[in-house]
């Protein structure tokens, strides 16, 4: 079954969010917060906790395909197979939601990539070929609709649906039928302003491809990854298209409970690992010069110009 990715003009201009309930504060992302569940913060959750929620398996997907509204600021690292089969790439990213600046380096055997963000216009040069762009660079976030709903009957509380309008009508589910049997996609921009990190701090496509037929995916359980409290979900590939195109059957996914990040993927082909995504270290941040993103935003982009001298 093939893909095909929606963008109705209201997706390229703006995201409209159904908004009611709680605003989204500054401090999300930090672990310890306490939700009427159980009385227990987010880091204390157990698998007998999640086996108890009826909901939580819309509530991790949700999660996923609007992480970016679980957090201000992050930065880290991970390797990845996505790039290039059979290699780990390394990528390296800080990322500052709410003012709109990124920082990523990619590093493989052909990649040596640096790229900014900052102040709606992307710097990006590639050492390994002499690439350098400069160009203008829109940003897509309103601030004014960033916002979280909070569900107390889930892990994940905060991971309601959420709508687009499409200039007619709000639209709730991010993955439809077409009128011609295909599955259509209706994608969010992306506000992380970054080309390879989004695929752990906003893993919107790995959801939307793998997550939204909740029959073919289970809870596998309940684990610490890198001081995060994570949900470990697995389950089958059931698009040929999609399993060709990651090389893999069967996948097993580790998700940040509070913010949907995903930390840690594999995928695996007649049982062989085929594919993996590993988060090696990251750190949630609030907003503000304070994270010393920006600073280093600046610094990341005298070293391209330097090197494009």
């Known amino acids: 079954m093939s893909r095909k990715k929606l963008t109705p003009i209201c997706l390229i201009l703006a995201l409209v969010i159904c908004i009611s309930g709680v605003a989204f504060a500054s ?58 089969a059979g290699e780990d790439v390394t990528i390296d990213f800080k990322v500052d939601i709410p003012q709109q600046v990124a920082i990523e380096s990619v590093r493989g055997s052909i990649e040596n990539l640096r790229s900014v963000c900052m102040d709606e216009m992307l710097y990006s040069y590639n050492a390994s070929n002499d690439d350098y762009i ?11 609709e960033r916002s979280v709903k909070l569900d107390y009957n889930a892990c994940l509380p905060h991971a309601q649906k959420m709508a687009f309008f499409d200039g007619e009508k709000a639209i709730y589910d991010r993955v439809v039928t077409m009128a011609d049997g295909e599955r259509g996609y209706y994608y969010r921009p992306d506000i992380t302003n970054t080309a390879y990190a989004s695929q752990c701090i906003f893993p919107q496509s790995l959801g939307m491809a793998l997550l939204p037929d909740m029959d073919n995916w289970e809870i596998s ?9 994570a949900v470990v979900i697995s389950g089958a590939v059931t698009d040929p298209d999609y399993a060709k195109k ?11 409970m509070e913010t949907g990040v995903l930390l840690e993927f594999k995928g695996f082909s007649g049982g062989e690992l085929t594919q993996h995504i590993e988060i090696k270290n ?27 001298k």
């Open 134 to 144: 400069e160009c203008y660079y829109a940003s897509q976030l309103d601030s004014s």
């Open 27 to 84: 401090s999300a992302g930090k672990q310890g917060t306490n939700y009427d569940n159980f009385g227990k913060a987010v880091d204390e959750y157990t698998f007998s906790d999640l086996k108890k929620i009826s909901n939580v398996k819309e509530n991790i997907y949700n999660s996923m395909i609007n992480s970016v509204d679980f957090y201000d600021a992050v930065e880290g690292s991970f390797t990845t197979t996505f790039i290039r």
């Open 246 to 256: 990651i090389s893999s059957d069967s996948f097993e996914m580790t998700v940040d």
């Open 282 to 308: 990251i750190h949630f941040l609030s907003s503000g010069a304070d994270n010393g993103i920006r600073s280093a935003a600046k610094s990341a982009l005298n070293v391209i110009n330097h090197s494009t």
């Open 221 to 229: 359980g309940v684990r610490q990854c890198l001081g995060r409290q």
